[in-house]
Protein backbone atom coordinates (compact mmCIF):
# COMPACT_ATOMS: atom_id res chain seq x y z
CA UNK A 1 0.00 0.00 0.00
CA UNK A 2 1.00 3.43 -0.65
CA UNK A 3 0.39 6.92 -2.05
CA UNK A 4 0.41 7.31 -5.95
CA UNK A 5 -0.64 10.42 -8.34
CA UNK A 6 -3.00 9.87 -10.24
CA UNK A 7 -2.51 10.73 -14.33
CA UNK A 8 -4.30 13.92 -15.17
CA UNK A 9 -6.72 12.01 -17.49
CA UNK A 10 -8.95 10.42 -15.33
CA UNK A 11 -10.05 13.42 -13.02
CA UNK A 12 -8.88 16.10 -16.08
CA UNK A 13 -13.06 17.04 -16.07
CA UNK A 14 -13.15 17.49 -12.09
CA UNK A 15 -10.00 19.46 -12.28
CA UNK A 16 -11.21 21.47 -14.62
CA UNK A 17 -14.79 22.08 -13.07
CA UNK A 18 -12.72 23.03 -10.11
CA UNK A 19 -10.86 26.00 -11.95
CA UNK A 20 -14.26 27.05 -13.05
CA UNK A 21 -16.33 27.13 -9.76
CA UNK A 22 -13.52 29.00 -8.05
CA UNK A 23 -13.23 31.73 -10.40
CA UNK A 24 -17.26 32.01 -10.71
CA UNK A 25 -17.59 32.34 -7.01
CA UNK A 26 -14.50 33.89 -6.51
CA UNK A 27 -13.03 31.73 -3.67
CA UNK A 28 -9.86 31.32 -2.15
CA UNK A 29 -8.43 27.66 -2.42
CA UNK A 30 -9.58 23.81 -2.54
CA UNK A 31 -7.78 20.94 -1.70
CA UNK A 32 -8.90 17.00 -2.59
CA UNK A 33 -7.94 13.79 -1.90
CA UNK A 34 -9.09 10.29 -3.10
CA UNK A 35 -7.94 6.99 -1.63
CA UNK A 36 -9.20 3.70 -2.76
CA UNK A 37 -8.13 -0.18 -2.25
CA UNK A 38 -5.31 1.71 0.43
CA UNK A 39 -4.16 3.68 -2.14
CA UNK A 40 -4.22 7.58 -2.49
CA UNK A 41 -5.27 7.78 -6.01
CA UNK A 42 -5.36 11.78 -6.46
CA UNK A 43 -4.51 14.66 -4.14
CA UNK A 44 -4.39 18.22 -5.41
CA UNK A 45 -4.52 21.50 -3.74
CA UNK A 46 -6.29 24.58 -5.96
CA UNK A 47 -5.59 28.52 -5.31
CA UNK A 48 -4.79 30.23 -2.24
CA UNK A 49 -4.21 29.13 1.07
CA UNK A 50 -3.50 32.70 2.10
CA UNK A 51 -4.18 35.34 -0.68
CA UNK A 52 -2.54 38.23 0.80
CA UNK A 53 0.94 36.15 1.22
CA UNK A 54 0.65 34.07 -2.01
CA UNK A 55 0.79 31.13 0.08
CA UNK A 56 -0.56 28.50 -2.63
CA UNK A 57 -2.62 25.50 -1.42
CA UNK A 58 -1.16 21.60 -1.57
CA UNK A 59 -2.49 18.94 -0.01
CA UNK A 60 0.00 19.43 2.76
CA UNK A 61 -2.26 22.68 3.88
CA UNK A 62 -3.94 22.48 7.04
CA UNK A 63 -7.63 23.30 6.60
CA UNK A 64 -9.91 24.28 9.76
CA UNK A 65 -12.06 20.84 9.52
CA UNK A 66 -15.17 22.26 11.16
CA UNK A 67 -17.72 19.11 12.60
CA UNK A 68 -15.22 16.65 10.93
CA UNK A 69 -13.44 17.34 13.97
CA UNK A 70 -16.23 15.17 16.29
CA UNK A 71 -15.42 11.44 14.51
CA UNK A 72 -11.60 12.83 15.29
CA UNK A 73 -12.46 13.59 18.58
CA UNK A 74 -14.89 10.07 18.68
CA UNK A 75 -11.27 8.20 17.66
CA UNK A 76 -9.83 9.78 20.81
CA UNK A 77 -12.96 8.61 23.08
CA UNK A 78 -12.32 4.63 21.86
CA UNK A 79 -8.73 4.93 22.39
CA UNK A 80 -9.10 5.58 25.88
CA UNK A 81 -12.13 2.77 26.20
CA UNK A 82 -9.70 0.30 24.94
CA UNK A 83 -7.37 1.09 27.23
CA UNK A 84 -9.85 0.70 29.93
CA UNK A 85 -10.35 4.10 31.26
CA UNK A 86 -13.76 4.74 29.79
CA UNK A 87 -16.96 2.80 29.10
CA UNK A 88 -19.55 4.06 26.35
CA UNK A 89 -22.36 3.06 28.27
CA UNK A 90 -21.81 4.64 31.42
CA UNK A 91 -23.30 8.21 32.79
CA UNK A 92 -21.25 10.94 31.70
CA UNK A 93 -21.47 12.81 34.28
CA UNK A 94 -19.16 9.71 35.87
CA UNK A 95 -16.49 11.34 34.62
CA UNK A 96 -17.30 15.10 35.07
CA UNK A 97 -15.52 16.85 38.37
CA UNK A 98 -18.48 18.95 40.27
CA UNK A 99 -20.00 20.79 36.80
CA UNK A 100 -22.28 17.89 35.75
CA UNK A 101 -25.28 17.53 33.20
CA UNK A 102 -28.61 18.62 34.68
CA UNK A 103 -31.84 16.65 33.85
CA UNK A 104 -34.65 19.38 33.53
CA UNK A 105 -36.38 16.05 32.28
CA UNK A 106 -36.08 12.39 32.37
CA UNK A 107 -32.84 11.33 34.32
CA UNK A 108 -29.31 12.54 33.82
CA UNK A 109 -27.61 8.97 34.50
CA UNK A 110 -29.42 8.09 31.40
CA UNK A 111 -26.97 10.58 29.42
CA UNK A 112 -24.33 7.95 28.80
CA UNK A 113 -21.17 8.80 26.62
CA UNK A 114 -22.66 6.63 24.17
CA UNK A 115 -25.76 9.36 23.67
CA UNK A 116 -23.13 12.02 24.13
CA UNK A 117 -21.34 10.81 21.29
CA UNK A 118 -24.38 10.44 18.74
CA UNK A 119 -26.86 13.25 19.89
CA UNK A 120 -29.24 11.37 22.04
CA UNK A 121 -28.15 12.85 25.43
CA UNK A 122 -31.08 15.45 25.33
CA UNK A 123 -28.47 18.48 24.83
CA UNK A 124 -29.51 21.02 22.83
CA UNK A 125 -28.69 23.12 20.08
CA UNK A 126 -25.36 24.98 21.10
CA UNK A 127 -22.39 26.80 19.74
CA UNK A 128 -20.59 29.68 20.94
CA UNK A 129 -17.36 31.28 18.92
CA UNK A 130 -14.90 33.64 20.23
CA UNK A 131 -12.97 35.52 18.50
CA UNK A 132 -9.30 37.40 18.94
CA UNK A 133 -10.24 40.65 18.27
CA UNK A 134 -12.91 40.53 21.40
CA UNK A 135 -12.60 41.41 24.37
CA UNK A 136 -14.80 38.30 25.46
CA UNK A 137 -13.00 35.38 25.92
CA UNK A 138 -13.49 31.68 26.47
CA UNK A 139 -14.82 30.50 29.99
CA UNK A 140 -13.81 27.05 31.48
CA UNK A 141 -15.26 24.41 31.27
CA UNK A 142 -17.05 23.53 33.70
CA UNK A 143 -18.69 26.85 33.90
CA UNK A 144 -19.90 26.11 30.54
CA UNK A 145 -21.56 23.33 31.71
CA UNK A 146 -23.34 25.01 34.36
CA UNK A 147 -24.67 27.17 32.29
CA UNK A 148 -25.72 24.90 28.94
CA UNK A 149 -25.40 21.48 30.46
CA UNK A 150 -29.06 21.36 30.47
CA UNK A 151 -31.14 17.98 29.32
CA UNK A 152 -34.15 19.67 27.89
CA UNK A 153 -35.54 16.02 26.49
CA UNK A 154 -35.15 13.16 28.19
CA UNK A 155 -31.55 10.84 27.22
CA UNK A 156 -32.89 8.44 23.98
CA UNK A 157 -35.74 10.52 23.26
CA UNK A 158 -34.60 12.01 19.95
CA UNK A 159 -31.46 12.77 18.11
CA UNK A 160 -30.44 16.66 18.29
CA UNK A 161 -26.69 17.21 16.76
CA UNK A 162 -25.61 19.58 19.95
CA UNK A 163 -21.29 20.77 19.55
CA UNK A 164 -21.89 21.02 23.06
CA UNK A 165 -21.48 17.52 23.77
CA UNK A 166 -18.48 17.13 21.58
CA UNK A 167 -17.04 19.69 23.91
CA UNK A 168 -17.64 17.72 27.00
CA UNK A 169 -16.30 14.68 24.98
CA UNK A 170 -13.42 16.56 25.10
CA UNK A 171 -13.07 17.95 28.13
CA UNK A 172 -13.64 14.15 29.74
CA UNK A 173 -10.36 13.25 27.65
CA UNK A 174 -8.72 15.60 29.31
CA UNK A 175 -9.74 14.64 32.59
CA UNK A 176 -9.22 10.75 31.78
CA UNK A 177 -5.74 11.27 30.22
CA UNK A 178 -4.34 14.45 32.37
CA UNK A 179 -3.00 15.53 29.67
CA UNK A 180 -4.51 18.58 27.33
CA UNK A 181 -7.03 17.41 24.63
CA UNK A 182 -4.91 19.03 22.21
CA UNK A 183 -1.80 16.86 23.70
CA UNK A 184 -3.52 13.90 24.15
CA UNK A 185 -5.06 14.17 20.28
CA UNK A 186 -1.27 14.78 19.32
CA UNK A 187 0.19 12.00 21.02
CA UNK A 188 -2.14 8.89 21.21
CA UNK A 189 -3.73 9.84 17.58
CA UNK A 190 -2.14 12.19 15.09
CA UNK A 191 1.56 11.52 15.02
CA UNK A 192 0.81 7.14 15.73
CA UNK A 193 -1.14 7.72 12.41
CA UNK A 194 1.46 9.86 10.60
CA UNK A 195 -1.04 12.64 10.98
CA UNK A 196 1.56 15.03 10.82
CA UNK A 197 -0.10 17.96 9.62
CA UNK A 198 -3.10 18.24 11.81
CA UNK A 199 -3.25 19.46 15.24
CA UNK A 200 -6.05 20.59 17.62
CA UNK A 201 -5.84 24.62 16.26
CA UNK A 202 -3.07 25.89 14.47
CA UNK A 203 -0.46 24.03 16.68
CA UNK A 204 3.10 25.71 17.42
CA UNK A 205 5.22 25.12 14.46
CA UNK A 206 2.55 24.92 12.24
CA UNK A 207 1.24 28.36 11.46
CA UNK A 208 2.61 28.78 8.07
CA UNK A 209 0.75 25.52 6.52
CA UNK A 210 -2.76 27.13 7.95
CA UNK A 211 -5.10 28.20 5.50
CA UNK A 212 -6.66 31.11 5.87
CA UNK A 213 -10.14 31.38 6.57
CA UNK A 214 -12.13 33.83 4.66
CA UNK A 215 -15.63 35.49 4.54
CA UNK A 216 -18.69 36.61 2.16
CA UNK A 217 -16.59 39.69 1.62
CA UNK A 218 -13.20 37.92 0.77
CA UNK A 219 -11.51 39.22 3.76
CA UNK A 220 -9.83 36.91 6.47
CA UNK A 221 -11.51 36.34 9.50
CA UNK A 222 -9.81 36.83 12.60
CA UNK A 223 -9.07 33.94 14.50
CA UNK A 224 -11.76 32.56 16.37
CA UNK A 225 -12.12 29.39 18.97
CA UNK A 226 -15.00 27.86 20.81
CA UNK A 227 -16.24 26.23 24.15
CA UNK A 228 -16.95 23.05 21.86
CA UNK A 229 -13.17 22.08 20.68
CA UNK A 230 -14.02 18.60 19.73
CA UNK A 231 -16.58 19.50 17.91
CA UNK A 232 -15.20 21.44 15.75
CA UNK A 233 -11.19 22.64 16.44
CA UNK A 234 -9.48 20.34 14.55
CA UNK A 235 -7.08 21.31 11.90
CA UNK A 236 -5.70 19.12 9.13
CA UNK A 237 -4.35 18.77 5.71
CA UNK A 238 -6.30 16.71 2.59
CA UNK A 239 -3.73 14.18 2.62
CA UNK A 240 -3.73 13.38 5.99
CA UNK A 241 -7.48 13.13 6.39
CA UNK A 242 -7.24 11.08 3.92
CA UNK A 243 -5.32 8.80 5.76
CA UNK A 244 -7.35 9.12 8.47
CA UNK A 245 -10.52 7.94 6.35
CA UNK A 246 -8.58 4.96 5.12
CA UNK A 247 -7.57 3.60 9.04
CA UNK A 248 -11.08 3.51 9.82
CA UNK A 249 -11.64 1.49 6.52
CA UNK A 250 -8.29 -0.85 8.40
CA UNK A 251 -6.53 -0.25 4.87
CA UNK A 252 -3.50 0.83 7.85
CA UNK A 253 -0.84 2.52 5.85
CA UNK A 254 2.78 1.23 6.72
CA UNK A 255 3.92 4.16 9.27
CA UNK A 256 0.23 3.98 10.95
CA UNK A 257 -0.07 2.39 14.20
CA UNK A 258 -3.04 0.41 15.43
CA UNK A 259 -4.58 2.53 17.99
CA UNK A 260 -7.78 0.96 17.99
CA UNK A 261 -9.19 -3.16 17.19
CA UNK A 262 -11.07 -3.45 14.13
CA UNK A 263 -13.85 -4.45 16.79
CA UNK A 264 -13.83 -0.77 17.76
CA UNK A 265 -13.33 0.61 14.14
CA UNK A 266 -16.24 -1.84 13.64
CA UNK A 267 -18.54 0.19 16.51
CA UNK A 268 -18.52 3.69 15.60
CA UNK A 269 -20.29 3.79 12.34
CA UNK A 270 -22.75 1.55 13.32
CA UNK A 271 -25.59 3.76 13.89
CA UNK A 272 -27.08 3.67 17.12
CA UNK A 273 -29.70 7.05 16.64
CA UNK A 274 -31.76 7.39 13.77
CA UNK A 275 -31.82 11.11 12.01
CA UNK A 276 -33.80 9.41 8.97
CA UNK A 277 -35.55 6.82 7.75
CA UNK A 278 -32.06 5.67 6.02
CA UNK A 279 -29.85 8.00 8.27
CA UNK A 280 -28.45 7.75 11.59
CA UNK A 281 -25.01 8.57 13.63
CA UNK A 282 -22.99 6.09 15.13
CA UNK A 283 -19.78 7.42 17.66
CA UNK A 284 -19.23 10.41 15.97
CA UNK A 285 -19.82 9.10 12.45
CA UNK A 286 -23.15 10.06 10.16
CA UNK A 287 -24.35 7.25 8.44
CA UNK A 288 -26.05 7.27 5.09
CA UNK A 289 -27.64 3.81 4.12
CA UNK A 290 -28.51 4.27 0.97
CA UNK A 291 -26.20 6.55 -0.79
CA UNK A 292 -27.53 6.23 -4.33
CA UNK A 293 -27.06 2.19 -3.89
CA UNK A 294 -24.36 2.60 -1.20
CA UNK A 295 -23.88 2.34 2.01
CA UNK A 296 -21.59 5.43 2.85
CA UNK A 297 -20.37 6.85 6.12
CA UNK A 298 -18.37 10.15 7.16
CA UNK A 299 -18.99 13.85 8.37
CA UNK A 300 -18.93 17.69 6.71
CA UNK A 301 -17.94 20.66 8.27
CA UNK A 302 -19.45 24.28 7.64
CA UNK A 303 -18.45 27.20 10.42
CA UNK A 304 -17.54 31.17 9.23
CA UNK A 305 -14.51 30.70 6.28
CA UNK A 306 -15.29 26.22 6.67
CA UNK A 307 -17.10 24.09 4.17
CA UNK A 308 -15.40 20.61 4.71
CA UNK A 309 -16.73 16.74 3.39
CA UNK A 310 -15.19 13.80 4.38
CA UNK A 311 -17.16 10.63 2.36
CA UNK A 312 -16.56 6.67 2.90
CA UNK A 313 -18.00 4.04 1.10
CA UNK A 314 -17.17 1.04 2.89
CA UNK A 315 -17.91 -1.75 0.66
CA UNK A 316 -15.43 -0.32 -2.37
CA UNK A 317 -13.02 1.00 0.11
CA UNK A 318 -12.93 4.24 -0.87
CA UNK A 319 -12.46 7.84 0.97
CA UNK A 320 -13.04 11.19 -0.62
CA UNK A 321 -11.86 14.73 0.82
CA UNK A 322 -12.32 17.81 -0.56
CA UNK A 323 -11.74 21.10 2.23
CA UNK A 324 -12.67 24.61 1.61
CA UNK A 325 -11.13 28.07 3.46
CA UNK A 326 -14.95 29.71 2.54
CA UNK A 327 -18.10 29.30 3.14
CA UNK A 328 -19.22 27.33 -0.37
CA UNK A 329 -20.45 23.94 -1.45
CA UNK A 330 -18.01 23.16 -4.02
CA UNK A 331 -16.09 20.44 -1.39
CA UNK A 332 -19.84 18.32 -2.13
CA UNK A 333 -20.24 19.03 -5.66
CA UNK A 334 -16.72 17.51 -6.23
CA UNK A 335 -17.39 14.85 -3.95
CA UNK A 336 -20.63 14.21 -5.71
CA UNK A 337 -18.40 14.14 -9.16
CA UNK A 338 -16.00 12.05 -7.46
CA UNK A 339 -18.73 9.65 -6.76
CA UNK A 340 -20.21 9.95 -10.07
CA UNK A 341 -16.66 8.94 -11.69
CA UNK A 342 -15.69 6.10 -9.86
CA UNK A 343 -18.99 4.36 -8.45
CA UNK A 344 -21.03 2.12 -10.94
CA UNK A 345 -24.11 3.59 -11.48
CA UNK A 346 -23.89 6.53 -9.06
CA UNK A 347 -24.00 8.97 -11.83
CA UNK A 348 -27.25 7.72 -13.53
CA UNK A 349 -28.84 7.66 -9.87
CA UNK A 350 -27.76 11.10 -9.26
CA UNK A 351 -29.36 11.99 -12.16
CA UNK A 352 -32.72 10.55 -11.34
CA UNK A 353 -32.44 11.79 -7.77
CA UNK A 354 -31.75 15.51 -8.73
CA UNK A 355 -34.64 15.23 -11.69
CA UNK A 356 -37.15 13.87 -8.94
CA UNK A 357 -35.64 16.51 -6.16
CA UNK A 358 -36.33 19.40 -8.88
CA UNK A 359 -39.66 18.50 -9.95
CA UNK A 360 -40.53 17.88 -5.93
CA UNK A 361 -39.45 21.69 -5.56
CA UNK A 362 -41.43 22.77 -8.30
CA UNK A 363 -44.37 20.99 -6.76
CA UNK A 364 -44.34 22.84 -3.28
CA UNK A 365 -43.59 26.05 -5.11
CA UNK A 366 -47.06 25.49 -6.31
CA UNK A 367 -48.57 24.05 -3.83
CA UNK A 368 -47.09 27.25 -1.52
CA UNK A 369 -49.14 29.35 -3.19
CA UNK A 370 -52.64 27.60 -2.06
CA UNK A 371 -51.20 26.27 1.34
CA UNK A 372 -52.62 27.77 5.07
CA UNK A 373 -50.62 28.82 7.18
CA UNK A 374 -50.25 27.58 10.75
CA UNK A 375 -53.62 26.11 12.51
CA UNK A 376 -53.20 25.11 16.20
CA UNK A 377 -54.96 22.02 17.51
CA UNK A 378 -57.77 21.86 20.07
CA UNK A 379 -55.81 21.08 22.59
CA UNK A 380 -53.04 23.75 21.84
CA UNK A 381 -55.38 26.61 21.73
CA UNK A 382 -55.18 28.93 24.62
CA UNK A 383 -52.60 30.55 27.05
CA UNK A 384 -49.36 28.84 28.12
CA UNK A 385 -47.23 29.91 31.06
CA UNK A 386 -44.21 29.75 32.42
CA UNK A 387 -40.64 30.36 32.22
CA UNK A 388 -37.37 30.50 30.63
CA UNK A 389 -34.31 29.21 32.78
CA UNK A 390 -30.91 30.88 32.45
CA UNK A 391 -27.62 31.01 34.15
CA UNK A 392 -28.67 34.56 35.70
CA UNK A 393 -32.36 34.25 36.71
CA UNK A 394 -35.76 33.26 35.17
CA UNK A 395 -38.09 34.96 33.03
CA UNK A 396 -41.95 34.80 32.44
CA UNK A 397 -42.94 33.97 29.20
CA UNK A 398 -46.42 33.33 28.12
CA UNK A 399 -47.32 31.90 24.51
CA UNK A 400 -51.44 32.59 23.31
CA UNK A 401 -52.31 30.37 20.19
CA UNK A 402 -55.16 32.18 18.27
CA UNK A 403 -57.86 29.71 16.14
CA UNK A 404 -56.38 32.09 13.61
CA UNK A 405 -52.94 30.50 13.97
CA UNK A 406 -51.38 33.97 15.23
CA UNK A 407 -49.37 33.05 17.95
CA UNK A 408 -48.71 35.84 20.84
CA UNK A 409 -45.65 35.72 22.51
CA UNK A 410 -44.23 37.70 25.41
CA UNK A 411 -40.96 37.59 26.99
CA UNK A 412 -40.66 39.15 30.91
CA UNK A 413 -42.00 42.92 30.61
CA UNK A 414 -41.29 42.82 27.29
CA UNK A 415 -43.35 44.27 24.41
CA UNK A 416 -45.77 41.38 23.11
CA UNK A 417 -44.32 39.68 19.82
CA UNK A 418 -45.60 37.29 17.24
CA UNK A 419 -43.99 33.48 16.96
CA UNK A 420 -43.27 33.07 13.57
CA UNK A 421 -42.73 30.36 10.87
CA UNK A 422 -44.40 28.22 13.72
CA UNK A 423 -44.81 24.58 12.81
CA UNK A 424 -46.03 21.07 14.85
CA UNK A 425 -45.07 17.83 13.99
CA UNK A 426 -44.98 14.78 15.73
CA UNK A 427 -45.86 17.02 18.78
CA UNK A 428 -42.48 19.14 18.46
CA UNK A 429 -43.13 22.83 18.48
CA UNK A 430 -41.00 25.33 16.45
CA UNK A 431 -40.74 29.35 15.88
CA UNK A 432 -38.86 31.91 16.16
CA UNK A 433 -39.64 35.33 17.51
CA UNK A 434 -38.20 38.75 18.89
CA UNK A 435 -36.86 38.97 22.38
CA UNK A 436 -33.66 39.27 24.72
CA UNK A 437 -32.86 36.74 27.28
CA UNK A 438 -30.51 38.79 29.51
CA UNK A 439 -27.87 37.29 29.52
CA UNK A 440 -24.33 38.78 29.30
CA UNK A 441 -23.39 35.89 26.80
CA UNK A 442 -26.62 36.02 24.54
CA UNK A 443 -26.50 39.89 24.86
CA UNK A 444 -22.62 40.10 23.14
CA UNK A 445 -24.41 40.02 19.59
CA UNK A 446 -27.93 40.97 18.00
CA UNK A 447 -29.88 37.50 18.48
CA UNK A 448 -33.45 36.02 17.22
CA UNK A 449 -34.74 33.46 19.80
CA UNK A 450 -36.09 29.92 18.19
CA UNK A 451 -38.14 27.96 20.31
CA UNK A 452 -37.86 24.10 19.66
CA UNK A 453 -40.62 22.84 22.62
CA UNK A 454 -42.76 19.44 22.92
CA UNK A 455 -46.20 19.19 23.47
CA UNK A 456 -46.66 17.00 26.48
CA UNK A 457 -50.43 16.75 27.42
CA UNK A 458 -50.49 20.19 28.81
CA UNK A 459 -46.89 21.15 29.27
CA UNK A 460 -44.96 22.28 26.88
CA UNK A 461 -41.39 21.90 27.56
CA UNK A 462 -37.91 22.29 25.32
CA UNK A 463 -35.21 25.29 24.59
CA UNK A 464 -35.76 28.51 24.06
CA UNK A 465 -32.40 29.56 21.45
CA UNK A 466 -30.25 32.90 21.08
CA UNK A 467 -29.53 32.20 18.05
CA UNK A 468 -27.25 34.86 15.89
CA UNK A 469 -26.63 35.68 11.90
CA UNK A 470 -24.05 37.03 10.59
CA UNK A 471 -22.39 35.91 6.96
CA UNK A 472 -19.22 35.69 8.10
CA UNK A 473 -19.30 35.14 11.62
CA UNK A 474 -20.30 32.82 13.68
CA UNK A 475 -21.67 34.04 16.17
CA UNK A 476 -23.79 31.30 19.51
CA UNK A 477 -26.35 29.49 19.53
CA UNK A 478 -27.30 29.46 23.51
CA UNK A 479 -30.22 27.04 24.43
CA UNK A 480 -32.40 27.67 27.82
CA UNK A 481 -34.55 25.49 29.72
CA UNK A 482 -38.29 26.57 28.93
CA UNK A 483 -41.54 25.15 30.52
CA UNK A 484 -45.17 25.77 30.15
CA UNK A 485 -48.75 25.11 31.26
CA UNK A 486 -51.86 25.30 29.88
CA UNK A 487 -54.42 27.76 31.37
CA UNK A 488 -58.02 27.74 30.30
Same mark, same amino acid.
Given at each position: ?71 ? $???? *?? +? ?9 ? %???? =?? &? ?98 ? $???? *?? +? ?9 ? %???? =?? &? ?121 ? &? ?146
Amino acid at each position: MGSARTDDVEFSAIREMIHSRMVEQSLPSLAVAVARDGTILWEEGFGWADRENRVPATEHTMYSLASISKPI $TATG *VM +VLKEQGKLDLD %RPIN =DY &LGEAKLNARIGEAAEATVRRVANHTSGLPLHWHFFYEDETYGRPSMDQTILRYGNLVTPPGERHQYSNLGYGILDYVIERLSARSYADFMRQDLFLPLGM $TRAS *VD +VAPGLEAHAAV %RYGA =DG &LPIPFYGFDHPGGSAVYCSAHDLVRFGMFHLKARLPDQKAILSDAALDEMPAPTSRTGETSGYGVGWSVNEDKLGYHGIGHGGGMGGVCTALEIIPSEKLVVVALANSNTDLPWVVAEEIFSL &LLPGYRERRAERQAKEQAEKEEKERAGKTTPGFTPPAELTGDWRGAVHTYQGEIPLTLSFKQSGDVHARLGDQLMTLLNDVELKDNRLTGRMLGDVGTEDANRRPSHLHADLTLRGNVLNGALIAITHHPSRSGHALSHWVELTKHD
